[in-house]
């Protein structure tokens, strides 16, 4: 399997809009589901646009993210069996061995508006040097945004909260570049978001805040701080 080519397989989760990003409530008010849309949507694009990247399998029972995700070219599986974020990466991860045996896997959070192709490339090439799993953990420390399998290791998820601490405990080893901001911007507060848009957010997020409409200007607010 060439896994330095487009040899990866990316499993992105995402909640139903209507509950996702929900540490964004009190500051996005009700444009806080064009915003999740908005993130999962640069996340998926940018992934789909590395060169490292064969496919995107995005785990959601959210109809309108599922047909936009997928009309971005992204395979779209329900949140089997809904019983959390690390059964549900499970669940992808079992979908893409269905379609390609062996294949590598990674599971990336689809909160990562700034991510770059480029970096995501470095990334998994990082991962590779790693016996069997690897890890990068989120831009605060703590938790995780990105968690690689070699082909024929299982993905053994353990995100949530502390993640980090956790993949570590597990023998993942962690990534350490110095690079990869994009990769390692979460956002869950307004602080990430503003955090992100400082390193550059992708088209759909960038468009909302552009948005000069209603729902823009409780995000202009979030970004003018
Ligand atoms: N399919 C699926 N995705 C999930 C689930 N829980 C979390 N996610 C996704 O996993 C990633 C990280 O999730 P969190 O930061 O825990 O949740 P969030 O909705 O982004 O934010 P909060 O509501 O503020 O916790 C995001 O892409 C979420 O949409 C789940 O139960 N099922
Ligand atoms: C899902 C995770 O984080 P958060 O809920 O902080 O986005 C994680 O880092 O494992």
Do not use: C, I, M
């Given at each position: 399997m060439d896994v330095t080519g487009r040899g990866?397989?990316?499993?992105?989760?995402?909640?139903?809009?209507?509950?996702?990003k929900s540490r964004l409530a009190e500051a996005a008010g009700g444009a806080r589901p064009a915003l999740a849309l908005a993130f999962a949507a640069d996340t998926v694009a940018a992934a789909l646009a590395c060169a490292r990247v064969r496919d995107v399998t995005v785990v959601t029972d959210d109809p309108l993210a599922g047909a936009e995700l997928g009309a971005l070219g992204a395979h779209v599986v329900p949140d089997a069996p809904?019983?959390?974020?690390?059964?549900?990466?499970?669940?992808?991860?079992?979908?893409?061995?269905?379609?390609?045996?062996?294949s590598a896997v990674a599971a990336l959070n689809g909160d990562?508006?700034?991510?770059?192709?480029?970096?995501?490339?470095?990334?998994?090439?990082?991962?590779?040097?790693?016996?069997?799993?690897?890890?990068?953990?989120?831009?605060?420390?703590?938790?995780?945004?990105l968690l690689a399998a070699?082909?024929?290791?299982?993905?053994?998820?353990?995100?949530?909260?502390?993640?980090?601490?956790r993949h570590l405990a597990s023998g993942a080893r962690e990534i350490l570049l110095p690079a990869v901001e994009g990769v390692r911007q979460d956002v869950d507060t307004p602080d990430d978001l503003r955090a992100a848009l400082a390193l550059g957010v992708g088209p759909r997020t960038a468009a909302l805040f552009a948005d000069p409409s209603a729902a823009g200007g409780p995000l202009r607010r979030i970004a003018c701080g």
């Open positions: 990866w397989s990316l499993v992105v989760p995402l909640k139903p809009l209507a509950v996702a809904g019983a959390g974020l690390n059964a549900a990466l499970r669940h992808g991860a079992g979908q893409v061995g269905l379609r390609r045996p062996r990562l508006p700034a991510l770059r192709p480029a970096q995501l490339a470095e990334v998994l090439d990082e991962a590779l040097r790693a016996p069997e799993r690897a890890f990068l953990a989120d831009a605060a420390g703590l938790g995780t945004t070699r082909p024929g290791v299982a993905l053994r998820p353990a995100f949530g909260g502390l993640s980090r601490a």
